[in-house]
């Protein structure tokens, strides 16, 4: 219940109203936000690098309404390919395809994409791209497999996979037919039982099937790499035994979280040797970003309704 009244305020443009002018809601944002510029952003990449953790940037931003918004936003993610490479930061960068514009079309968004993945592939900068709702999963994999075909030779490009999707089974194979490469999410958005697995156990389960398929040795010979993107820690502590059972190493394999959960996990993990990357993102239009977090976690929630009170 909760978890969808988060998703509908998300959406809510007088809620959103209401809250990005609420200073005490703007400083409780901040624990999963980096800030509103490129530089509050890139002082907490370098102080996640310096603990020996990677990052995922992603400048915050969803559904734009004109063709020249996407232009723009790509124009904003190169600026964040050419600073990952000035800084020498251990970055790759995130992007949500509806922020580049796949509401105007698979061609418009291929090209605006390949115009942000071009300068990422000149100056060897890691890209990823977001799932969103189910409705554009179609679109989103069509143009993943053609910059995969075009820029997949020097750059690792990956997409995220929602587990929750009944279709994610074939969507899968398709991906390691292709030699793609995995960010294994559990899904974030309310989808009906018709779409996707409505059981976190079920999820758990398909999500270890998945995992597991991508350890084995046959995936990983196609150039295939697996990222977990999840805080359960029942998922995390499964793909460590699994690895260490199936005699992968810690290189072979990646743990993704999003900046401002589970903090001490995360440094747990770079500290035994495993590869961790946290999701970082930045960016004045942070609002729907917040709330899905909220909507993951009644705790999460608690702290903004504290800041409301406490005022
Ligand atoms: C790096 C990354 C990228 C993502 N990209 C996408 C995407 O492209 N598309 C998409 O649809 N979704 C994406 N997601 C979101 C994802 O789909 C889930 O909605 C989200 O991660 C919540 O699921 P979970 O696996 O973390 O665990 P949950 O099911 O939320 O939680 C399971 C357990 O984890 C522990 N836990 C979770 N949060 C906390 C916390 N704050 N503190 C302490 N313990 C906690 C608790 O024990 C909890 O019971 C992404 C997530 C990450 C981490």
């Not at 901040?30 to 990677?54: H, M, P, W, Y």
Request: with cysteine; net charge neutral; hydrophobic share 45%.
């Amino acid at each position: 219940m909760l978890r969808q009244f988060f998703i509908a305020l998300s959406q809510s443009n007088m809620a959103r109203r209401f809250v990005t002018r609420f200073p005490p809601a703007r400083i409780t944002s901040r624990q999963f936000i980096s800030g509103e510029t490129i530089d509050e952003c890139v002082s907490v990449v370098k102080d996640l690098n310096a603990r020996g953790i990677s990052v995922l940037m992603n400048e915050v931003g969803e559904y734009v309404t004109t063709r020249e918004e996407a232009q723009q936003a790509a124009q904003s993610f190169q600026k964040i390919a050419y600073r990952i490479a000035e800084d020498k930061l251990g970055a790759s960068i995130s992007i949500k395809p509806s922020f580049l514009g796949l509401g105007f079309g698979k061609e418009f968004f291929y090209e605006n994409m390949a115009s942000l993945v071009q300068v990422a592939y000149d100056l060897d900068i890691p890209i990823e791209m977001d799932m969103e709702e189910s409705k554009d999963v179609d679109t989103t994999l069509a143009v993943y497999y053609r910059l995969l075909k075009k820029f997949g030779d020097r750059i690792h490009i990956a997409i995220a996979i929602q587990v929750y999707l009944h279709r994610t089974q074939a969507d899968v194979q398709k991906l390691i037919h292709a030699g793609g490469n995995i960010r294994l999410v559990k899904g974030a958005y309310n989808e009906s039982p018709a779409i996707a697995l409505q059981n976190h156990d079920a999820v758990n389960q398909a999500c270890m099937m998945y995992m597991r398929t991508f350890l084995s040795e046959e995936v990983r010979k196609k150039g295939c790499f697996l990222a977990l993107g999840s805080h359960d820690p029942v998922l995390i502590e499964w793909l460590l035994a699994e690895a260490d059972r199936m005699g992968v190493d810690k290189e072979s394999f990646e743990i993704q979280m999003l900046q401002g959960v589970r903090q001490n996990e995360q440094q747990r993990l770079a500290d035994m040797g495993y590869q961790v990357r946290i999701y970082v993102p930045y960016g004045i239009a942070w609002y729907p970003y917040f709330m899905r977090r909220l909507a993951e976690r009644p705790a999460n929630a608690l702290l903004l309704a504290r800041s409301l009170v406490s005022g």
